[in-house]
């Protein structure tokens, strides 16, 4: 993972290769950052390139750092909580973002891609723990199995999607709570993909 500024100095790099077709020097990286010096620079540079975010080109001054086209990160919208309600996704329910690498998070580009923190325990059985960021792509097939964000009789939740002779209803992954079946409607908001589980260290 990134550090925030270190994202901050790659997305500097691919937005002015964007923008300008030039990769920046590192004096114009000095520069838009207020670095005390280009030691700075290169620092920032060398942990990119070992996280394998950038290669170098010895001897270009003009096209010294490219991106590693294999690598696209991604920020991704956290929309609050789960089984909060989330009837409706919408800009103002954003509560922040989470940065990614979409290949290895499994995140598709045409997909709708957002993300919930999980609050409870319904879903210990398959290791998505309280306060873990479920990762979700809303136009993304739902299959039977799947794990999924829906809407159930105005109640939003996350659990295993069944489908049982022809009839869909929603299954957690603990045995303290009972299977939901729909009354009036379950709509299928996002097919959970990745999830990210933050480690907290214990004070000592």
Do not use: W
């Not at 270190?6 to 950052?33: A, M, W």
């Not at 922040?96 to 998070?105: K, V």
Request: net charge positive.
């Amino acid at each position: 993972m990134l550090t925030h500024r270190q994202k901050s100095v790659l997305d500097f790099i691919q937005r002015e290769q964007r923008d300008k077709g030039l990769t920046p020097s590192t004096r114009e990286i000095q520069s838009h950052f207020h670095f005390a010096s280009q030691t700075s620079v290169m620092q920032y540079i060398a942990a990119l390139e070992r996280k394998g975010f950038l290669q170098r080109h010895a001897g270009k001054a003009r096209a010294l750092i490219t991106p590693v086209q294999k690598v696209r990160i991604t920020d991704v919208p956290i929309y609050g909580q789960i089984p909060a309600g989330m009837a409706a996704l919408t800009e103002q329910d954003i509560e922040g973002h989470i940065s990614m690498d979409a290949r290895s998070a499994n995140v598709s580009r045409n997909h709708g891609t957002f993300a919930l923190r999980v609050r409870g325990d319904s879903m210990i059985g398959v290791h998505i723990l309280d306060g873990d960021i479920v990762i979700l792509e809303q136009s993304k097939d739902v299959h039977n199995g799947d794990i999924v964000a829906a809407l159930i009789d105005g109640e939003t939740t996350l659990k295993r999607y069944v489908v049982d002779h022809g009839r869909p209803y929603l299954k957690a992954e603990n045995p303290r709570y009972p299977n939901l079946i729909p009354a009036r409607e379950l709509k299928i908001q996002g097919v959970m993909v990745s999830l990210v589980r933050k480690h907290e260290r214990r004070k000592k």
